[in-house]
């Protein structure tokens, strides 16, 4: 299959599935070896061929739609976002929470094979915890393959995954099993994986950190993007926070959140009372 045939391709079906072709140029070529899979499996020759299947078989969008997953995750990816929430924003949430006498809560949405959930863990366990002992962290991840939730769920790791982690996590977060390495089982607690799409579902909340990076505002056309973003709000307490990933914005409109100054993919949900910290001062000052 030619990267041109694969290319225009995309650029007729990705619309159909509501979806951007602008936020699958990099990775075409891992969507583009599904495709030729699959069309291997139908016995088909051609895109033109799988084309017509398309309009003639409604429910091979369905297939499609699952050949156009992505699924790149890694510990600690974009440092500088981990550790502004590790600088600012958990530190913050933490103190709130306990004076409030709660846990902070996190949605990971579309966390892959748990690689962003468990670095949150980590992050809290080796640098909020010890600061507010009587807090917890309870994180969500949820995605939509069941494959990658089961990963998750397992907690083992190849070394491909750890390029980007803090090197002293090695040594207490990890323990080395059949050539992989696995979280070991006292940092799993309060850190839960649930099948879930989020075009159509999101865990009941509210959460104080929703962390949606590299996939709605990646992947999905403009009005599944201001349907996802509405999904997510609902579930973000006010004075929240919603992270994103390295190249990704919000829609237009969305001035109910606020970007960090010093990280523009951390946005805050602006208080429901209009009391909420000023951001500016959040980018000066650790909080308690």
């Known amino acids: 299959?030619?990267?041109?045939?694969?290319?225009?391709?995309?650029?007729?079906?990705?619309?159909?599935?509501?979806?951007?072709?602008?936020?699958?140029?990099?990775?075409?070529?891992?969507?583009?070896?599904?495709?030729?899979?699959?069309?291997?499996?139908?016995?088909?020759?051609?895109l033109d061929q799988y084309r017509n299947r398309l309009e003639s078989d409604p429910a091979e969008w369905s297939r499609l739609d699952g050949l156009c997953h992505i699924t790149i995750s890694r510990f600690y990816r974009d440092r500088r976002v981990f550790d502004v929430?590790?600088?600012?924003?958990?530190?913050?949430?933490?103190?709130?929470?306990?004076a409030n006498g709660r846990d902070v809560g996190c949605w990971c949405a579309g966390c892959a094979s748990g690689e962003e959930v468990y670095s949150l863990?980590?992050?809290?366990?080796?640098?909020?915890?010890?600061?507010?002992?009587?807090?917890?962290?309870e994180i969500i991840g949820t995605d939509l393959e069941p494959v990658m939730i089961e990963r998750a769920r397992r907690g083992c790791f190849s070394a491909g995954s750890f390029k980007d982690m803090p090197a002293a996590w090695w040594e207490w977060a990890f323990e080395r099993t059949s050539g992989h390495y696995c979280v070991k089982d006292r940092y799993r607690?309060?850190?839960?994986?649930?099948?879930?799409d989020l075009r159509e579902q999101a865990p009941p909340g509210p959460f104080d950190l929703i962390l949606c990076r590299n996939l709605a505002f990646t992947y999905f056309a403009e009005p599944l993007q201001r349907a996802a973003l509405e999904r997510i709000e609902g579930r973000l307490?006010?004075?929240?926070?919603?992270?994103?990933?390295?190249h990704e914005d919000l829609p237009s409109d969305s001035e109910q959140f606020e970007p960090l100054p010093e990280c523009r993919e951390i946005y805050r949900l602006g208080s429901a009372s209009g009391d909420g910290k000023d951001m500016r001062n959040l980018a000066s000052q650790k909080a308690g």
Not at 88 to 96: D, F, I, T
Not at 189 to 196: A, G, I, M
């Open 1 to 46: 299959m030619k990267d041109s045939d694969c290319v225009e391709f995309l650029q007729w079906a990705l619309p159909r599935l509501n979806m951007r072709w602008a936020g699958f140029r990099r990775v075409r070529r891992q969507v583009c070896k599904r495709i030729a899979r699959r069309l291997n499996e139908l016995g088909l020759g051609s």
């Open 85 to 98: 929430l590790g600088e600012y924003v958990l530190p913050e949430l933490a103190k709130s929470a306990t």
């Open 121 to 137: 863990k980590f992050l809290w366990e080796s640098r909020i915890g010890p600061r507010f002992p009587i807090t917890r962290l």
């Open 189 to 196: 607690k309060d850190v839960r994986f649930r099948l879930e």
């Open 237 to 246: 307490r006010p004075g929240g926070y919603l992270v994103l990933g390295t």
